[in-house]
């Protein structure tokens, strides 16, 4: 129990530094630990390699580096890349309208 307290106290600032306290932390005791399987997993086939992609990532991301998502938007050959100054991991939880607008742009694309 005291390990999942920890995890959770260091939720906010790891996962959503700039989402609301409250909301965070009610992210933090909903947030399921994530399966071995997701990390050993094999993938299979590429998806970018044969459809299009658009990325949006936060440049204040703890989890995946800025410059990682930047890489991978780079090599799939994204047709649009937004980065949110400042978001963090969750940018769909902290900036829901320019995830929403990237989405429209995307799926009127098609």
Do not use: C
């Amino acid at each position: 129990m005291r390990r999942t307290l920890t995890r959770q106290a260091t939720f906010p600032a790891q996962f959503a530094a700039d989402v609301p306290a409250a909301q965070a932390a009610l992210m933090a005791a909903t947030q399921r630990p994530i399966a071995q399987a997701a990390l050993s997993e094999k993938s299979g086939d590429a998806t970018w390699k044969t459809m299009p992609s658009w990325f949006i990532y936060g440049d204040a991301d703890r989890n995946i580096p800025p410059q990682a998502i930047a890489f991978t938007a780079k090599r799939a050959d994204a047709k649009d890349v937004v980065v949110v100054k400042g978001a963090s991991h969750v940018v769909m939880v902290s900036h829901p309208a320019a995830v929403a607008k990237l989405n429209e742009k995307a799926a009127s694309a098609q």
